[in-house]
């Protein structure tokens, strides 16, 4: 039966494929012309190309070229041809819609593809991640591409000054983290003059890939960017938090609600906050924009995730994104186990008198005990810790990967080695995405961190020894970091060379040189022993994931599972549950919890599908209660939104204007003609109009205009309304060219600046 259910069921992607195929045959078609090609000539497609694309020719009529030669350019470069599926991917981008692929399938180099194409217009490209890392990753690695192919690559940090953001949003392609990106736009929209801008002064939006889009588009919604007032000190708000955090009291000052997930003052609370703060009004936001409002202001918006079928309803009626379903590479053959349930946590997690009854811990165990890795998931850092302790306390090694601060420089390095024989690795739902799990570890990576070790030792601490290496490759990296010179390298410096002799590109410094055949070798040397560890690993059974506890949504649940049995590797995933987990417990536990005291279920396990259907319910329900609360805040924002729109697009007018005079009479036009629209019904008899009081509203509006009478009026409009507001703005011109003498008779370009 399952056979034939299987048969008959839809698969999305394969829909995908169809609509697709003809594009991809086309590109296929075109490679061994392209592969013909020198590197110069290559190059010189892209000048080519922008030319076509900026005379006016569609970006689709591009499509099928640019993408053969960015697959070209991947090959010289990077080594890596997208395959046929990773086309397709980039198609779905450029069209400007949600391309879900599967964890492996090469989410970001897909992203250089559409990136390449929509740059050939000038306009300009972001390229959106969740974090600084993946930002910098992202730009150190794909970039290659489009430097190689002759764009130019941004880069934005968190600690950068605006000149250094201003250069980077000037790019072809720019890479940025969504919370970055975000608040750049709105120093813009406080910014004194056009000097102060960053992002592009004519259109600072264009085309938008975001990868990991439902972490930025609905895990991230309901937080908005506000920017308050300057604060004289940076670490001013650090001491004011620990204020604030010592002052007030739970139930006294704040109530938490578990359930919305949320923190509240009480009146008690406002007052505490406020007097720590030494405040009138706690709440006095400069300028916010939510992240729906802002993504939903560029032209153009696409997304990449493993994980927005479930998400499919939201992504439509909020942002107007379709979602396609990419079809992997590789058949998937990862097994999925069913959930084991227990009815009170301590069952879960505390080691029993029997070996069933040490569940999570045992599990770990067991998988760790034949060499397998294993990747165990948690919902926060602080049960991160716990689990920590427990597998310490029973003689497993292991790493942690969660958001705590000493944990995310060494991200890279500890995802690299998750997929190592008898790793361990604990991490929580916000920590490691962006970066693959591979089987036997990740050679590029183990090199670079080897690489930066012995170039930088004072910054990197110490890992223990492989003993795969011949001692080459040390005495190489020494020599090219002696020819420095005595001077000491800054970090920064050390950094950015590091980087540069980890990729491909064209380089002349012998230093870059020297450092990138080190680089090789020691690669080179790393991928023998994982390619052999990998075979081992895959006859093992490949990663095993474990799940602590269902998330609020089945998209982290799948975000998780799916870290296992990338690119048709094998693997396995199984969640242990308790009734007393946070999800079950704030939403309708006691129905599932009365479940298991039907069947007398004690410290015993139990696998049923009334139970699971039951618990897929109750995620179901957390799912669209927090979807209502997104769809409210949209709802809620449209409204801001739409006067934040025009009063920001009036505000960037103004500070890119050379004639701000030419803007100030349109206004006082505009102020007239809103006074005659209030005052006056153009259909009545103009003996009825109201001039006493049409001329009192004008003199209301300019002191300038004092003496100005109903009569005066009556004469000039000579019974016609066209002619009494061509009148009336003439008055209100004039009363500002007035104006702009005196003041400029008083101080030479005063004016200007009262104005701007």
Not at 1 to 18: E, Q, V, Y
Not at 198 to 206: C, D, E, I, K, T
Not at 530 to 547: F, I, M, P, Q
Not at 581 to 593: A, E, Q, S, T
Request: aromatic share 8%.
């Amino acid at each position: 039966m399952a056979f034939f259910g299987n048969l008959f069921k839809n698969d999305p992607s394969a829909a995908t494929r169809k609509k697709y195929q003809p594009r991809v045959d086309a590109i296929n078609a075109l490679e061994p012309t392209i592969q013909q090609l020198s590197d110069d000539q290559l190059r010189s497609k892209t000048v080519e190309l922008r030319a076509r694309a900026q005379a006016g020719e569609s970006l689709d009529a591009l499509l099928v070229e640019a993408f053969a030669v960015v697959r070209e350019a991947s090959k010289r470069v990077l080594g890596l041809r997208p395959f046929d599926v990773q086309n397709i991917g980039g198609m779905i981008l450029h069209e400007g819609q949600i391309a879900e692929m599967r964890t492996g399938e090469g989410k970001t180099l897909v992203a250089v593809l559409p990136a390449f194409l929509n740059a050939l217009s000038g306009k300009g490209v972001h390229v959106v991640t969740v974090n600084d890392y993946l930002a910098r990753r992202d730009s150190e690695w794909v970039g290659q591409v489009h430097r190689f192919l002759g764009l130019k690559v941004g880069l934005i940090q968190s600690d950068m000054k605006p000149e250094e953001r201003r250069l980077a949003y000037a790019c072809d392609v720019t890479y940025v983290t969504n919370s970055e990106l975000g608040f750049d736009y709105l120093r813009d929209n406080l910014a004194g003059s056009a000097a102060e801008l960053v992002l592009r002064a004519s259109s600072p939006f264009n085309y938008c890939v975001i990868d990991e889009v439902d972490s930025i588009l609905i895990d991230e919604a309901r937080t908005p960017l506000i920017i308050s007032g300057p604060s004289d000190k940076p670490s001013d708000k650090y001491y004011k938090a620990a204020k604030i955090a010592d002052a007030l009291s739970r139930g006294v000052h704040y109530t938490v609600d578990e359930k919305q997930k949320s923190v509240l003052l009480t009146e008690d609370g406002y007052e505490a906050v406020e007097d720590v703060l030494q405040l009138k009004d706690l709440y006095d936001p400069r300028t916010h924009v939510s992240y729906q409002a802002f993504f939903r202001g560029f032209p153009k918006l696409a997304g990449m995730t493993g994980t927005a079928a479930t998400e499919v309803s939201e992504f439509d009626s909020i942002y107007k994104l379709p979602v396609a379903v990419v079809p992997p590479n590789r058949p998937i053959s990862r097994t999925d186990n069913p959930d084991v349930v227990f009815r009170l946590e301590q069952y879960k997690w505390k080691v029993g008198g029997k070996v069933w009854l040490q569940a999570v811990v045992t599990e770990i165990k067991r998988m760790h005990s034949t060499g397998r890795p294993v990747l165990v998931g948690t919902t926060s850092v602080e049960r991160s810790e716990v689990l920590s302790a427990m597998l310490t306390e029973a003689g497993i090694n292991h790493q942690v990967l969660n958001a705590k601060p000493e944990n995310v420089e060494r991200e890279s390095e500890i995802v690299a080695q998750s997929g190592r024989r008898s790793a361990v690795t604990i991490s929580t739902n916000m920590a490691g995405r962006g970066t693959d799990i591979l089987l036997g570890g990740n050679p590029d990576y183990m090199a670079r961190l080897k690489l930066r070790e012995l170039l930088m030792p004072q910054v990197v601490s110490q890992v223990e020894e492989e003993n795969v290496f011949g001692k080459s490759r040390d005495g190489k990296t020494r020599a090219a970091a002696a020819s420095w010179g005595e001077r000491q390298l800054s970090l920064l410096e050390a950094e950015d060379r590091l980087s540069v002799a980890c990729e491909k590109g064209v380089s002349s410094d012998p230093v870059i040189l020297a450092l990138r055949e080190a680089f090789q070798l020691m690669l080179t040397e790393f991928k023998a022993v994982t390619d052999a560890e990998k075979r081992e690993v895959v006859g093992l059974g490949g990663l095993h994931v474990v799940g602590t506890e269902r998330h609020e949504s089945r998209r982290i649940d799948n975000q998780l599972r799916g870290r296992s049995g990338r690119q048709g590797d094998p693997g396995s995933t199984r969640f242990f549950l308790s009734l007393e987990d946070n999800l079950f417990r704030i939403f309708g536990g006691d129905k599932i919890k009365n479940l298991m005291v039907a069947f007398r279920v004690e410290d015993l396990p139990m696998e049923s599908k009334m139970l699971t259907d039951a618990l897929d319910t109750a995620q179901k329900r957390v799912e669209n209660y927090f979807f209502d609360i997104r769809k409210n805040l949209f709802e809620y924002d449209q409204v801001v939104n739409t006067q934040r729109d025009k009063v920001y697009a009036e505000r960037r007018r103004a500070l890119l204007a050379t004639d701000l005079g030419a803007i100030m009479v349109e206004y006082a036009e505009k102020t007239a003609d809103d006074i005659l629209e209030a005052n006056v019904d153009r259909q009545a008899e103009p003996s009825t109009w109201a001039w006493d009081k049409l001329a009192g509203k004008m003199v209301q509006y300019c002191r300038l205009l004092e003496g100005l009478t109903g009569d005066d009026l009556r004469t000039n409009a000579n019974g016609e309304f066209e002619a009494l507001r061509a009148y009336m703005r003439r008055l209100s011109v004039e009363a500002y060219q007035r104006k702009k003498a005196a003041m400029e008779e008083f101080e030479a370009g005063l004016m200007n600046e009262a104005q701007r």
